[in-house]
C-alpha cells in the first residue's frame, strides 16, 4: 500500500520509553513509502544515539518543543501549551495528518489537519491494572485531558485488542480504537545453547507495571544470572531498587541485540503492558519466553511461550530454571515464538496505519493513491 500522495506527517514522540523506538520504527516504513514526516519531541530531548536514529531516516525532521510529557506536566496549562505549540508546528508545515502518541495536547486545541491518536498506555488504564482504589486528584485531571483528547481525534489505534477494549472502557468511549498490532525490525537470530544458563528482560524497569521486583525475587532462586537491562530511576522520579538481579542500565540497541543473539530466556512480569516492543524484539530473536499471564500477553503470545501468574517470584525462577535446563524445550519455544512474531512485522504495522490514514484522509476528500 503507497501512501495518500505527498502526504505530510505531523507526529508526536518522546524519548523516554518504547514510543520513541514506535515512532522511529513507523516512521523509517513510512519514508520508505512516500511519506514525508516532522517528528516533535515532547519532554526530555533526545540523546545521540536516538538523533542518529533520526538522521538515517530520509527526509525526516526533528523538532525538539520545550515543552513537557503530560505525565510529568505540574498543570493542566503545561499541557496545554504543549497543545498550541503542536498546533503552531502543524500549521507552520502544513501537515495533511497529525498523529499523536501522547494524547493529552489535543485536548484544548484544533490542529487544522485529522487528528489520529496511537494509543500507547495511560494513567487511567494503567491504575486500574495496577490499584483497587480510586484515581487521586494528580491521575483524575490528567485522565480528564486524556479523555478529551480522545473525543477529538478522527481516528484512535491500540497496539492489541485488550488494550483497546480497556481504552475504551476507562474513557467510556463509544466505540473501541482501531487495533493495528506494533511491529518491529527483526534482530539475527543466534545460536541457542551458546552460552551457559542466562534469563535476560529490558525495559523501564522502575515503572511499577513492569514488576522488576517480582523479578529481582525470581532471581534470588536462581543458580545463573538474570541481567535487566534498563533504567532503573525515571524521569518522575520513581525507582526500583534491585538487589539479585543484575542491571546494566540502558543499553545500546545493538548491545541488547548481541545479547538475544545469543538466545537467553525472556521474561517478562508486567502486570501492565500494553504491547510489549522488548518481547517482540526476544521472540524474533528466537528467544523463550516466560511471561506474566495477562490478557494482553495472552492474545499475543498464547500458544508461543511459558505463562506464570503475576506476582509469583517462585513460579518465574521454577519456569526460567526449567527451560535454562531443558535445551530441546527451549529451542521449540524459541521456534514457536519467532513464528509468532511474523504476525508483528514492521511491514504489517507501516500497512496497517497507512490503511488508518487512508480513512481520515479520504473523509477530507483528497487524491489518495490506490
Known sequence: MTAPHGLRLLMSVDAVGGVWTYTTDLAAGLAERGVTMTLAVLGPPPDAEQRAVVAAIPGMRLVVLDQPLEWLAGSASEVEASGMALAALAREIGADIVHLNTPAP?????????????????????WRAMRDAPMPADFRWRAELVARAYRSADLLVAPTAWFAEATRTAYDLPTAPLVVHNGRCPVLPGNAGSVTPMAFTAGRLWDEGKAARTLDAAAALLRFPLVAAGPVEGPNGAAVDLHHMQPTGRLPAAAIAAILATRPVFVSAARYEPFGLAVLEAAQAGCALVLSD????????????????PDDAAAFAAAITALAHDRERRVALGVAARERADRYSLDRQVEGMLAAYRQVVGRTGRDVAA
Open 106 to 126: 489535543a485536548a484544548g486545541v484544533r490542529f487544522g489537519a485529522p487528528l489520529v491518536i496511537a494509543c500507547h498506555s495511560c494513567l487511567a488504564t494503567w
Open 294 to 309: 495477562t490478557s494482553g500477553f495472552r492474545e499475543l503470545w498464547d500458544g508461543a511461550a511459558l505463562f506464570v501468574p
